[in-house]
């Protein structure tokens, strides 16, 4: 993955695309961050920060929308876009479900806490930690 992200960051100086370069520029950052506090560094741990900084836009556009400024919602809502290119596919909720049932079923804790870990490592980066959070609930309560 980091491959690929250098290779795009090329293409977009390339292509003189601020927008998509600084949100690259941004990922390597944060991975070379935390690299350098000693993280190992695989797909799984890039996956991680995606989806951080996935969730970082979502809670600046909730302030930007209380704060009226549309421009930067639009901004954001582009980053989003260009940091969702990398990630897996989504699974349906029929599936997530589906992974947490077989989940729940492999494990013998059937705490709420460690249902969630165990479906976090099903479904391996294909769903947000509200869905699964979501699903975990759904399959606890039947």
């Known amino acids: 993955m980091i491959t690929k992200l250098k290779e795009?960051?090329?293409?977009?100086?390339?292509?003189?695309d601020l927008e998509k370069?600084?949100?690259i520029?941004?990922?390597l950052n944060e991975i070379n961050i935390r690299d350098m506090k000693g993280v190992k560094i695989n797909d799984e741990e890039i996956l991680k920060v995606f989806r951080s900084e996935i969730k970082k836009r979502k809670e600046s556009i909730e302030s930007f929308e209380k704060g009226g400024r549309q421009d930067l919602i639009?901004?954001?809502?582009?980053?989003?876009?260009?940091?969702?290119?990398?990630?897996?596919?989504?699974l349906s909720d029929e599936d997530l479900i589906a992974k947490v049932k077989e989940a729940a079923d492999a494990s013998q804790d059937k705490s709420f806490g460690a249902l969630m870990k165990a479906a976090i490592a099903a479904v391996n980066g294909?769903?947000?930690g509200k869905r699964i959070s979501a699903a975990v609930k759904t399959v606890l309560s039947k």
């Open 126 to 128: 294909q769903a947000d």
């Open 25 to 27: 520029r941004g990922i």
């Open 74 to 90: 639009d901004k954001e809502k582009r980053e989003i876009s260009v940091i969702e290119q990398y990630l897996p596919a989504e």
């Open 21 to 23: 370069l600084n949100v």
């Open 8 to 16: 795009d960051l090329k293409i977009y100086m390339k292509a003189q």
